[in-house]
């Protein structure tokens, strides 16, 4: 099982960035799907996840600004940032609790890491 995220780059203050990432290879279920992101010389955290298609939940410093969605057709999540300011610059990690067998318990995945910057 693979999550393949994609987006991210250079912005200016205010401006506005997409991410994307997609769950790949052969699984039961995906649970809770979301992102995280970790800042030069801090630890990661929680930026938004979605359990489900109907719920979200934000950190505060993103609450109103970034939108956590989710295509289950594609297994795919995405966040559309906007508003961004220096302090959203992070590598921003996908990820996921994915059931690979009916049964089995739920595991952590993480993609790749994208890297977001927010010029000061």
């Known amino acids: 099982v693979q999550l393949q995220a994609s987006g991210g780059g250079l912005v200016q203050p205010g401006g506005s960035l997409g991410l994307s990432c997609a769950a790949s290879?052969?699984?039961?279920?995906?649970?809770?799907m979301g992102w995280y992101r970790q800042a030069p010389g801090k630890q990661r955290e929680l930026v938004a996840t979605?359990?489900?298609?109907?719920?979200?939940n934000y950190a505060d410093s993103v609450k109103g600004r970034f939108t956590v969605s989710r295509d289950n057709a594609k297994n795919g999540v995405y966040l559309q940032m906007n508003n961004l300011n220096p302090e959203d610059t992070a590598v921003y990690y996908c990820y996921a609790r994915i059931q690979l067998k009916w049964r089995e318990s739920f595991n952590d995945y993480w993609g790749q890491g994208t890297l977001v910057t927010v010029l000061q």
């Open positions: 290879g052969r699984f039961f279920r995906i649970g809770v």
């Open positions: 979605s359990p489900s298609g109907d719920t979200t």
